[in-house]
């Protein structure tokens, strides 16, 4: 080496704490283009996971208004029923797999380090990759519906002998694409939790110890458990499903001595808790955005944070209640009866706690808390049938009937999406620095909310008469709740036109947003709106109080003021 | 330039604001709770067919051959020593011992896979042989292909520690991947007691 050269940097790309840096991916663009690149810029992650998964969202919403459509009349009369099971399989999978999860992945992204004072990810680049997977798998899923035979009509469930079947004997089927696509995104959302809690262990703000931490931190860490616990259990089971539909294995078929009742082991012992990885985030934004827009401490904070980890451990010993008329023993049916329903316990305390916050509160009804409290309304509701379907006689008669598919809509829609959709109002202005229009997201609630009563409710009162789910045509007997349920469904589509449209004019025009719009507490309404690159970068605050001091006149961080004007002067420029 | 430069410190370090440690490993701990997850599911599967399958052993197969797969299987183990040597000599900035010790290991995990690959090809029967040849070589690939990703993420340790500047003592890459290759020694013996002693 030289004198002349300057001290050179030594080899950075070999340094392991390089892997830490933030963005080390030299030259990203800082215009719209940076979504369609590989950024490892956690809150670009984000919002590249949240225009994909709502992407989806119309996808997945486009599949249920064909099945609607098919079901406003009793016969199987605008598509016939192997495509309509295409039609269900593709909805359910595209809904889970590619909205919802990632979705949450992008409040997670977006909310988990500037609520900790984080400066991004703890693996930024196994953050982008976990990302990047997402449109990969979305491509795979969609790619069947142009193999021969079209997309797997097993259900997203895919339960064994069905799914492996291959009549056609093509290797490229639509049930391989599906197990591919949903092992990617089981691979994808295991590297997303060990960043997740990795982070929330590691990289919070001085002073910020658990009991100080927001409640969608909480949630998170208790889903993300959910998912390294579970999804492995399901991708092991996916495998075996692989093997034995293009391989050849017996794992699952009775002839070779297998038993496809192991199958139903693997998926539900993931795929019931993966109800609680989406529920739980949600429970976060719940408890986020009832103290902002009721002016009032989180009632029972602590009881709230270790209901979320009471939670994640009844959800894994549940799964079994999905299997009560398949066979299963009756000491092993009352067994997951008793512990389905202690689920009801955290999940009620949580409910509790937002009433409790609520009461005498002086509430600001935003179009956010409008979702939030439509959430949790539904939620109850969901709840109720949910103890119902938990108990063996009354799941025996109703397990597969319209009562099953009502009811974990109301979960899944009525509840997970209405709290996305809060997330999304309340959170807006934080990242992209613009307000969203308040008027066109109350059109947005008011369709949404009569939309999912009338096509939820009727469900469940034809699934009490008994109509049988996964059914293309159907007694002419439940033709009026049919009509209703469609009615409602063309009417959340119609709903999704004020919310995209909210979505683009304001993100392209609308009002500058101040750093804290809604006057919430939290380490993020302490940045500019949008954040800096790494939030607070060298100048971390020390927290010095718990997240929901409302009212109670004490500061959240030593020398709040300071981070509050450097917001305010970084917002009033340009 | 020495090959055991510190690290630069331009590079910013973050998440040591909060007094916390390198987070490489909390991460890569978390990863293999995950992983192990994967094979107690496929254990389970395992032992639920072997308890109560109609149709275990295909026909014609009486049991497996333990004696050779043990001596592979001690090879494997003590592996789990001599990376420990390995790591011990590089936290004592020993570079040169280091990288003979972390040979070794390569070298003893290459014999133990191609023992897997030996046994495998003389097995009388294969991966569509019901459900007892699916299990069998569904774990012992799934558990071979750890061990071939050990191994190939030891060359990739190695080659690094050749570039210099960047071998500080105790690299979090080393430790990560001896924890790995001990993780997947550990899974080893479970699966050995579970496949080969478990055969009545």
Redesign the interface.
Request: charged letters at 15%.
């Given at each position: 080496?030289t004198s002349t050269t300057p001290a050179p940097?030594?080899?950075?790309s070999?340094?392991?704490?390089?892997?830490?840096?933030?963005h080390p991916v030299p030259g990203a663009p800082n215009n719209w283009r940076r979504f369609l690149s590989f950024n490892t810029d956690a809150k670009v992650i984000g919002l590249q996971y949240m225009i994909t998964a709502l992407f989806f969202l119309l996808v997945g919403g486009l599949l249920s208004m064909i099945m609607r459509g098919e079901l406003i009349t009793p016969a199987a009369d605008l598509v016939d029923p192997s495509v309509y099971n295409g039609l269900y399989t593709m909805h359910g999978t595209v809904m889970l797999f590619l909205f919802l999860f990632p979705i949450l992945n992008g409040f997670n992204n977006l909310l988990i380090p500037p609520m900790i004072g984080?400066?991004?990810m703890?693996?930024p680049r196994?953050n982008a990759a976990a990302f990047w997977m997402v449109p990969v798998f979305g491509v795979i899923l969609m790619a069947s519906f142009l193999v021969p035979g079209g997309p797997s009509g097993a259900g997203w469930w895919a339960y064994p002998p069905q799914s492996i079947q291959n009549p056609l004997g093509h290797f490229l089927n639509g049930q391989f694409l599906w197990i591919l696509a949903v092992a990617l995104s089981g691979i994808s959302s295991?590297m997303g939790?060990?960043?997740f809690?990795?982070?929330i262990?590691?990289?919070?703000?001085?002073g910020?110890g658990w009991f100080r931490m927001p409640i969608f931190c909480w949630t998170a860490v208790a889903a993300q458990a959910i998912q390294?616990?579970g999804?492995?259990?399901l991708?092991?089971?996916a495998v075996?499903l692989l093997?034995d539909l293009s391989?050849?294995?017996?794992?699952y078929r009775p002839e070779?001595?297998?038993?496809p009742m192991?199958y139903q082991h693997?998926f539900w012992?993931y795929s019931h808790p993966a109800v609680y990885v989406m529920v739980l985030p949600v429970f976060g934004i719940f408890s986020e955005l009832f103290p902002v827009y009721a002016r009032k401490p989180l009632f029972g904070y602590h009881v709230v944070a270790i209901a979320s980890f009471a939670i994640t451990f009844l959800s894994l010993i549940v799964w079994v209640h999905h299997m009560f008329y398949s066979g299963t023993p009756q000491w092993m049916r009352n067994l997951f009866m008793v512990t389905t329903m202690l689920i009801a316990v955290p999940t009620g305390i949580k409910v509790f706690a937002w009433i409790g916050t609520l009461w005498g509160g002086k509430l600001r009804l935003t179009t956010a808390m409008l979702f939030c409290l439509g959430g949790v309304f539904n939620f109850i509701f969901a709840g109720i049938t949910g103890i119902m379907l938990a108990t063996v006689p009354v799941d025996i008669h109703v397990g597969n009937t319209y009562f099953v598919v009502g009811h974990f809509h109301t979960v899944i829609f009525s509840t997970i999406t209405y709290g996305v959709f809060a997330g999304i109002y309340h959170w807006f202005p934080k990242f992209t620095g613009r307000m969203m229009y308040e008027g066109l997201g109350k059109l947005h609630f008011l369709l949404t909310f009569i939309g999912s009563q009338l096509t939820f409710l009727p469900m469940h009162a034809a699934g009490l008469l008994g109509m049988p789910r996964r059914v293309a045509s159907y007694d002419p007997e439940f033709a009026f709740a049919n009509v209703l349920a469609s009615l409602g469904a063309f009417l959340l589509g119609v709903a999704t036109i004020p919310f995209l449209l909210n979505l683009v004019s304001s993100w392209v025009r609308g009002e500058k947003a101040p750093p804290n719009p809604w006057h919430a507490i939290g380490l993020e309404w302490l940045l500019p709106s949008p954040p800096p690159a790494?939030n607070f970068e060298h100048d971390?605050p020390t927290v010095v109080s718990g997240p929901y001091g409302y009212g109670l006149g004490r500061p959240l961080v030593e020398h709040e003021e300071r981070y509050v004007a450097k917001a305010a002067k970084a917002g009033a420029t340009p | 330039m020495t090959s055991l430069n510190p690290a630069p410190t331009e590079v910013p370090v973050h998440g040591e604001h909060a007094g916390h440690g390198d987070h490489t490993l909390t991460g890569f701990v978390i990863f293999l709770l995950s992983e192990s997850v994967i094979f107690l599911a496929l254990f389970a599967g395992y032992a639920i067919y072997k308890t109560s399958s109609p149709l275990w052993l295909p026909p014609g197969v009486e049991g497996l051959e333990v004696a050779m797969p043990l001596r592979f299987t001690v090879v494997l183990v003590s592996s789990s020593g001599v990376i420990y040597l390995a790591e011990r000599a590089l936290h004592r900035g020993r570079l040169r011992q280091f990288r003979a010790w972390w040979l070794l290991t390569m070298a003893m995990g290459a014999v133990f896979l191609v023992g897997q690959g030996l046994e495998w090809a003389a097995l009388p029967f294969g991966l569509g042989d019901g459900v007892y040849g699916a299990s069998f070589y569904l774990l012992t690939g799934f558990h071979g292909l750890h061990v071939l990703t050990g191994v190939l993420l030891m060359g990739l340790m190695l080659a690094r520690s050749f570039r210099p500047g960047n071998y500080d003592a105790g690299s979090v890459g080393v430790t990560a991947v001896s924890l790995f290759w001990h993780f997947v020694d550990v899974i080893w013996v479970v699966l050995f007691a579970l496949i080969y002693v478990w055969q009545r």
């Open positions: 080496m940097a030594p080899a950075p070999f340094d392991p704490r390089v892997l830490k840096a933030p984080a400066p991004d703890a693996f196994l295991i939790a060990v960043n809690i990795t982070t262990i590691r990289m919070r703000a001085p910020m390294l616990i999804l492995p259990v991708t092991a089971g075996l093997f391989f050849g294995t017996s794992f070779g001595g297998g038993d192991l693997f012992f790494e971390v | -």
